[in-house]
Nanobody, 120 residues
Framework: QVQLVESGGGLVQSGGSLRLSCVAS????????MGWYRQTPGKQRELVAA???????KYADSVRGRFTISRDNAKNTVYLQMNSLKPEDTAVYYC??????????????WGQGTQVTVSS
């Protein structure tokens, strides 16, 4: 059974930094795109950053220049380094991956979410 497990969320002051990690585990044949989304109460989940298996990143305009996404394919792990955090970055952050489990077709997986709170 495949699962994505996030870690690294927490409370930080405005201007501070956090690093999120997400590990994909289970019977995995391959992983394509991985990414991070975030959601606040009453709003739709929005893309923060994504990265291809080859390492090409893309970012939401609101985080470009402050956040950096990276991945370690050998460890099935994606990271999100968040610098210069702002109160409006406060949200639950979800890891996401398009991957192929052994013997199955490509599927879209989500982690359980990790809370990031930025105080002013």
């Amino acid at each position: 059974q495949v699962q994505l497990v996030e870690s690294g969320g927490g409370l930080v002051q405005s201007g501070g930094s956090l690093r999120l990690s997400c590990v994909a585990s289970g019977s995995i044949f391959s992983i394509d795109d991985m990414g991070w989304y975030r959601q606040t109460p009453g709003k739709q989940r929005e893309l923060v950053a994504a990265i291809t298996s080859g390492g090409s990143p893309k970012y939401a305009d609101s985080v470009r220049g402050r956040f950096t996404i990276s991945r370690d394919n050998a460890k099935n792990t994606v990271y999100l380094q968040m610098n210069s955090l702002k109160p409006e970055d406060t949200a639950v952050y979800y890891c996401n991956a398009d991957l192929i489990p052994h013997g199955l077709r490509s599927m879209h997986y989500w982690g359980q979410g990790t809370q990031v709170t930025v105080s002013s």
